[in-house]
């Protein structure tokens, strides 16, 4: 299973070419259909601008790279909804149950990189315990709330949270 956070600084490249036309600065998320809409680029060139990809753009999501097919697929970032947010806005929010427990703080999301789908959250209790016990994973909540800096999540989502090894060899 991929984790989005693994793709932030990563070439766009065109398989047409072999040119890299950027590289990814974001994830474009849809919290409430549980997908990836696209990647953010910042684009390569004197302008320095940024572009969005929608997710059904993208060739692949390797390992040490982003394929496109041709610099054809890049849009302007307007025509992203606003529904939508974005994983570096999203990641380092807490994340508490809607009776007031807190299950960690959001440090990456699991995703299909065929699909889109986003299939869990993954958790950090602080950097010794992260060492010493492995993050945890969360399925990602029905429903939830996006505060500024907090998502409350349903209470029944505390009884889900698992091991990372043990949630990603399930998924």
Do not use: H
């Amino acid at each position: 299973m991929k984790t989005l956070y693994s793709l932030i600084g990563l070439p766009v490249m065109e398989i047409e070419t072999g040119l890299q036309v950027g590289e990814v600065k974001d994830i474009v998320l849809n919290l409430e259909k549980v997908t990836v809409c696209g990647i953010l680029v910042s684009q390569t060139g004197w302008l320095n601008d940024s572009a969005y990809i929608p997710f059904a753009s993208i060739y692949n999501m390797g390992r040490d790279a982003v394929m496109i097919r041709n610099k054809a697929v890049l849009e302007e970032i307007g025509l992203i909804n606003s529904d939508n947010c974005y994983l570096t806005s999203l990641c380092t929010k807490q994340i508490f149950t809607e009776t007031g427990l807190q299950l960690g703080v959001l440090s990456d999301i699991c995703f299909d990189q065929l699909t889109g789908e986003l299939k869990a959250y993954l958790l950090s209790d602080g950097i010794i315990t992260d060492l010493l016990y492995g993050r945890m994973a969360m399925p990602i909540p029905q429903v939830q709330v996006i505060g500024q800096d907090r998502l409350i999540v349903p209470e029944s989502m505390s009884d889900l949270v698992q091991s990372e090894v043990r949630k990603l060899g399930e998924v």
